[in-house]
């Protein structure tokens, strides 16, 4: 990125501020500075803070907001060698707010404070993808009054380090109350401990005023006791939640530590069972040592997600603050079949405990990526049940941020942070979404935003190809085609997945280009090329099926057109016989719409409601109250990547 352009818009958003970081600190820190204002009027605060940043004038939280500013591609990354490496070219930008505090100031000295936590900025903790940190903790703001500065970040920034002693998104955090700092409204602390900022470069990112929806304390549960034994008890939310709970502290001792621990599900014998959250490798836990003054204390940069926890200590939880993006439900559904409203109540809650940093992630506890196969899949059915346009307009720009701007490969995750999945389900987010995001919002410019970056894409789809198939994404990594079917067998070739993507992707860019009025000489081209290779590869003329009917291979044909009534036949024939799925995310997606479109509502509800073992029932039966990851109900328990069914739900079986 040139350095004149980064100059330009550092000068327009934050004028003459310095980027500051705090020595070695990658847990959180608090700074403050004092400044003087003579009229109450037009007081803005310009600010980005890496990792999450809170902020206070005059001891008052300044909004309601959590976990800002949003995750985004901040900086480049060590990618070569995380697991599944990547040599490619992306985009990097930085979201900052623009807050006015005017009702926050008064005439004379104010304190401006703020609280850095590390987020994904700076965590060092979790290398399952290989990811290592993006750096320090990082600060640049700017205050002022018609447009004129009043204070900013420079190297006389005073620093400490925060009560906070460890911190992590994916882990939780460690708070040690004796070391004050916590009640933000006591503004007397003078002591030695603070220290100047250090000056750094200004990054070598894109500035972008964040406008997506923010994390908020959504609603409050309050959980029940269902296990106490002296300093022990474990509590139950009642449902899967994302947040934390509020630790009420009375009759504790100082110096007295309290720990928690989350969990999704209990074993037999009532304990906390970390399975399906990553197991003993990846507990979420909570510890605060007690300073004899505080009466609570929550986590600050970061929410867990689970049903149960458990408290050791003397020290009792209340409340429990339900925390994510703040999404509001606009679908109303009812059925009399109570395994149908389990789907979608289900999904609900699923999708909003993966709404996060306005980023649709693939669970909320083990992995909290955004995964572009999840997110495209479900995102029909997301558009369908939230007021999501902001939510996907940031999100649409975390992927193609994430695309190579030279080849066009579009990642697995958007933001990147490693991650497995194949060139079509994951990458075809890239069409997929601003497509779907059209056909909700009508918004035609979406496209024509993001119509480079399809095309891009189509050509990186047909460099990975050979006699017409897409065979291979990335050397070391991964190039998967259908995903978590039972067993995770995945026995549907892969190069007959990522094939019907790229088709399907060609299929959604023309339609695009014709609503754009660009030339599609090439493409239908490029369709004809391809679809010719598909059929000669896996549709047997004499049957009239794909791929011997594996999984749901026919209705994957059928729906790109392909086929003839005998396909039609043997899917409804085999599905009839079976009972139950054989298939993973996008064959159960492509299964039930098939069905649906094709006159089959009867034999797609006798699926959705079936009571065998590879069925939604099977995790209403064990008490779920999110969707899984798997059928059989292993690794997560909280994954929307099964509710884009959804979609159909509402279209073909909702009695309201």
Partial sequence: MKSDFIQEQQKAVFGKADWLTFADETEAIIARKDFSVSELKNTLLTVTGLGFCEVYINGKAVSDRLFAPAWTNYLPLDTPNMNYPIYDTMTYRILYEEIDITPFIKAGQNT????LGGGWFCQHEN??????????????????????????????????????????????????LRKGGYDFSDLSDRSDEWQNADIIETPQSILTLQSCPEDKIIR?????????????????????LTGYPLVEFNGTKADEIITLRFAEELYPDGSLNFDSTGGDESIQEEEYIFDGRAKNAHQHFTWHACRYFDVKGKAQVKKFYVVHTDLKVKAKFKSSEPVLQWIYDSFIRTQLNNSHCSIPSDCPHRERLGYTGDGQLTSNAVMDCFEADSFYRKWMQDITDSQDINNGHVQHTAPFYGGGGGPGGWGGAIVFVPYNHYKHYGDKTVLERYYGNMLSYLDYMESRSENGLVVREEKGGWCLGDWCSPQNRNLIPEEFVNTYFFLKAINRVIEISLLLGKDTAELYAEKKKVTSAFLKAFFDESKGTFCNSIEASDAFGFDLGLGDERTLKSIVKKYTALGEFDCGIFGT???????????????????????????????MKHGATTLWENWDGSYSHDHPMFGSVVECLLKYFNEY
Avoid at 112 to 115: A, G, N, P, Q, R
Avoid at 137 to 162: G, H
Avoid at 589 to 616: D, H, P, R
Wanted: charged share 25%; glycine share 4%.
């Fill in 112 to 115: 401006l404070t703020f609280h």
């Fill in 127 to 176: 290398y399952n993808e290989g990811v290592k940190p993006y750096g320090k903790l990082t600060l640049c703001f700017n205050i002022s009054q018609n447009k004129n500065c009043i204070a900013k970040s420079d190297e006389t920034l005073k620093w400490k380090k925060s009560f906070i002693t460890r911190q992590n998104i994916y882990f939780g955090e460690k708070q040690d």
């Fill in 220 to 240: 409050t549960v309050n959980p029940k006791i269902i296990f106490e034994k002296s300093d022990y008890a474990i509590y139950d939310l009642g449902e899967n």
């Fill in 589 to 619: 997606n492509i299964l039930i719409s098939v069905l649906c479109e094709n006159g089959y509502k009867a034999l797609a509800k006798s699926l959705l409601t079936s009571k065998k073992e590879n069925t939604y029932y099977n995790m």
